[in-house]
């Protein structure tokens, strides 16, 4: 007689992300922190000028993060209580949050379920008297489609912040994201480049980036490489307004200098596992894919995200995550859409059923392990886990 069937296990837990951190990254690192000079200072201006140049960027600013990013931005843009962002709540929180905070308010409007992403047509629906800004999101490694995000901007006088969290060398019809306009790029561990923790402000908008200089740093005139180097000024530096603490570190910047000289080989390693991916999933009728987008561009392959068919399967997106963690493969969620998590659904102004393509993806989606050093047999165990669950739940059901 046979026994209860065993899951198909990998020896070792596959994470769904993991940074390729090589010799020149480690050996760039203790170099600075040999050097006398850890906290801002060359380093952050040669990684802010690198990044400039490698997006076709007049200006470049690094933070702590995208999050202090965007913070920034949106309180230099000077919104008020009562004014309305549009933007897409198919989002990490922190684009929301940054909103929420300013005191004005976050308007959603729907996504295209296979892209993942707004349009310019739905948002100026949205648009009201109120409305200061559009914070489209580029998805997953793909760009939004600009041009009538930047029609749009430009007919109603309104701010377009471009959340480029996921993009960093993706391209919108042959320009790198990151210019023009203004956009705000991530470092994160599980980015296409990492630092740590990290972002960068990129913008043409000289003023702009004057104050959120600013703004990173306690408010002051001046950082302190410019106070506490040799060739910095004497006399004490004098707050223009207050600010915060969000200057990105020069250990961090020599990440970054190092981890952007290989960012397009990453890319390109990432869309080879993203193409095998595509193809083995076309034998797995209960998963479909996102859809690359229609308009002319380079996708970086941030993530590679799926939706689960849960009617036809029977299982929750997050018991058939846990199904496969037991086989040894990690997922991640992205994302939740942010107008369902608890402080926002409190609010009661984003009620379940409001942005019903959002909820859609939001209920279905996961992340499969997508990172450089992926090997190919990795990819192929990845989708046999998959299949090897939908197998027991198939059994389970027609036992
Ligand atoms: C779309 C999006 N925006 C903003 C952020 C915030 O980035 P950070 O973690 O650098 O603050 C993230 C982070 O994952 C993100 O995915």
Redesign the pocket.
């Known amino acids: 007689m046979r026994g209860p069937v065993q899951p198909l296990a990998r020896k070792e837990f596959l994470p769904f992300s993991r940074p390729t951190l090589e010799v020149d990254d480690i050996q760039g690192v203790v170099d600075v922190l040999t050097s006398g000079w850890i906290t801002t200072g060359p380093k952050c201006q040669a990684f802010e000028k690198a990044f400039a140049d490698y997006v076709g960027a007049s200006h470049a600013c690094a933070l702590t ?4 990013g ?1 913070h920034c931005v949106l309180l230099a843009l000077g919104l008020q209580p009562g004014d309305e962002v549009i933007t897409s709540s198919m ?2 929180v ?2 929301v949050n940054m909103i929420e905070i300013t005191g004005a308010k976050p308007v959603f409007v729907d996504i295209d379920p296979r892209t993942l992403m707004i349009s310019a047509a739905d948002a100026a629906r949205a648009i009201t008297p109120r409305t200061k800004a559009l914070i489209p ?1 580029h ?1 997953a490694g793909a760009p939004v489609d600009l041009d009538p995000f930047r029609e749009l901007a430009a007919q109603h006088h309104l701010r377009l912040i471009e ?1 480029a ?2 993009a960093a060398g993706t391209e919108y019809k042959g320009q790198r994201i990151g210019s023009p306009g203004t956009s ?1 790029f ?3 561990p ?2 296409n480049m990492t630092t740590a ?3 960068m402000v990129c913008t043409d908008d000289a003023a702009l980036f004057e104050r959120i200089k600013r703004l990173k740093f306690h408010g002051l005139a001046k950082d302190a490489w410019d106070r506490y180097a040799k060739q910095g000024a004497a006399a004490p530096m004098e707050v223009v307004e207050p600010g915060f603490k969000y200057n990105f570190t020069d250990l961090q910047a020599s990440l970054g200098l190092t981890q952007l000289a290989k960012l397009d080989a990453f890319n390109a390693r990432r869309a080879e596992l993203a193409q095998r991916y595509d193809a083995l999933f076309q034998e797995v009728p209960e998963i479909s894919t996102t859809r690359p987008p229609a308009w002319p561009h380079k996708h970086t392959r941030h993530l590679y995200i799926v939706f689960l068919d849960i009617d036809r399967v029977g299982l929750t997106r997050d018991e058939f995550l846990a199904a496969l963690k037991e086989r040894n493969i990690g997922t991640g969620v ?2 939740k859409a942010a107008h369902l998590h608890d402080y926002y659904q409190r609010t009661g102004r984003y009620p379940r059923g409001s942005l019903p393509q959002t909820e859609w993806a939001s209920d279905r989606l996961f992340s499969l392990p997508l990172f450089p050093r992926m090997t190919e047999d990795d990819v192929r165990e990845v989708v046999a886990a998959i299949k090897d669950v939908l197998a027991a739940q198939a059994r389970r059901s027609s036992a």
């Open positions: 993060s995208a999050t202090a965007l989002t990490w922190s684009t999101i998805f959340d969290a996921h705000i991530s470092f994160h599980i980015k923790e990290g972002g992205h994302f």
